[in-house]
């Protein structure tokens, strides 16, 4: 008997029940031996999953996200939603990419998501103590052109 003919033979009220559809994907025949019914599984099959899409440099990686945080008509949840992404990747976002994040607190009049942004900075950093000082070295001319403090001189590093 195979697979089809046992869907059938299982088919209850036009109905296929929950075991027959597991059976479905985990098995390509079904033999029947005497009383015993024998699950033949199925072969595996070969599958490739190469990526034919170009891999990003990180130039444009970075371009990339300053164009984003530069849209103009950019709002705060989009300015959230980018954030939140780009914390979540395996890397510290270079100067540029939150030197233009901070440029969008600015133009919504978000001070404290410019802090958020910062704290986060910081905390991608991670246990290299010399990552986020360069990265305040870079943005100083920033920070101080958009009137936003660090982290540290409102004393938040020390609650």
Known sequence: ?????YIIFTTYNNHVDVFSKIICMMFLYVHFSGARMVLLPRAPLASRCYSHSKVETDEEFDARWVTYFSKPDIDAWELKKG???LIGYDLVPEPKIVDSALRACRRL???ASAIRI???VKDKSGPHKDIYPYLIQELKPTLTELGISTPEELGMDKL
């Open 83 to 85: 954030m939140n992404t």
């Open 118 to 120: 910062l704290e986060a």
């Open 1 to 5: 008997m195979c697979l089809e003919q």
């Open 109 to 111: 009049n978000d001070l």
